[in-house]
């Protein structure tokens, strides 16, 4: 009966061993998962579905109806059918890359979140070995009981906030289940980051072409011409109709040149934005290695006793932050180079 018990007692183990197993996952495993569970690609992916069933029924309408009003309205159906097929298939393939970006941005932000809390738990140790030397310095009538106890409130205070850190840190993958939709336990696999500088680019060349590539104003594009033809063509009744149809085409037309004016903006910011942080990366590379050089001398200044553990522990730390924050610039860089990169989908 022990043993009996005692075999249930591992299996019982086991199971929940098993349960609370976290599995790894890369940025391409989860923009599948979130792709397979978006309902914005599942309706786009039908409305294309719909479209080409529909192709057939309106092209029949336009031959039956011949150049009556009827044929008119028609016609306008049929191009627009046909423009919505056209276009369908960019617009699947865009969302997916699209995804992409945003997984890759959340899988960094998460990333460094991590990185950030265990370099506060790093500096949560030093104030602890801190408070602690307070505590005898206090005891030995070198520090006030009023000032240590406000160094106690302090590390407290700060200790409590690691546990808002560990909170945000679940929920942000929390919330990647719910875009997945998952509920495993994940363990994010860093994206594969090899950082260059982004090549000089002719901004009025990339520009001009992303305009004639991008898929919402080839969107923007095609209902402007669907309202011009269906302006062109209509026969109309009275002028409010047709006052009515010219005001939808000049709306198309101004909806067009927005997307043109937005798209040009924020290309060149993005631009901008992508070469300052190169500067700001190699600026902070230099100041690390001035660091490191400092770093050797505070060691040999702790050889002769001329600094203490604990400082070159803090000098360690600021040390770490600072290669933290290149990191992060790094990862910053990163997304701004693969959305400048698919000016297509912005």
Do not use: C, W
């Amino acid at each position: 009966m022990k043993k009996v018990v005692a075999a249930l007692i591992v299996l019982m183990f086991s199971v929940n061993v098993f349960a609370a197993e976290t599995k790894t996952i890369t940025v391409d495993d989860a923009v599948t998962k979130a792709f397979n569970n978006s309902n914005e690609i599942k309706k786009l992916q039908e409305s294309a579905y719909l479209t080409e069933q529909n192709h057939d029924k309106l092209l029949e309408n336009f031959y039956m109806a011949g150049g009556t009003e009827a044929g008119i309205s028609a016609a306008v159906a049929l191009t627009r059918n046909e423009i919505d097929s056209a276009l369908s298939l960019p617009n699947i393939t865009s969302q997916k890359t699209g995804l992409k970006i945003t997984i890759s941005r959340y899988f960094t932000a998460i990333l460094s979140a991590e990185a950030d809390l265990e370099l506060y738990t790093k500096q949560l140790e030093i104030e602890k070995k801190e408070l602690v030397i307070s505590a005898v310095r206090t005891k030995l009538g070198q520090m006030s009981k009023s000032e240590y106890e406000g160094l106690e409130t302090a590390y407290n205070k700060n200790a409590a906030n690691k546990t808002a850190k560990e909170r945000a840190i679940a929920d942000a993958y929390t919330n990647l289940n719910t875009i997945m939709g998952t509920s495993d336990n994940y363990k994010i696999v860093p994206p594969d980051i090899r950082y260059e500088e982004l090549k000089n680019t002719n901004l009025v060349g990339y520009i001009n072409t992303a305009l004639d590539t991008n898929i919402k104003i080839k969107q923007s594009l095609e209902n402007y011409r669907a309202q011009k033809y269906e302006y062109d063509i209509t026969i109309f009744d009275d002028s409010l109709s047709k006052e009515t149809a010219e005001i939808k085409m000049n709306q198309a037309q101004r909806d067009l040149e927005d997307q043109k004016t937005n798209l040009t903006n924020t290309l060149s910011s993005n631009y901008d934005d992508i070469k300052n942080l190169e500067l700001a990366v190699k600026l902070a590379k230099d100041d690390y290695e001035n660091m490191e050089k400092q770093m050797k001398i505070k060691q040999t200044q702790l050889q002769i006793g001329k600094t203490t553990q604990i400082d070159v522990d803090k000098y360690a730390l600021e040390m770490e932050n600072a290669k933290n924050d290149i990191t992060n610039k790094e990862y910053e860089h990163f997304i701004k180079v693969m959305t400048f990169q698919n000016a297509d989908i912005i």
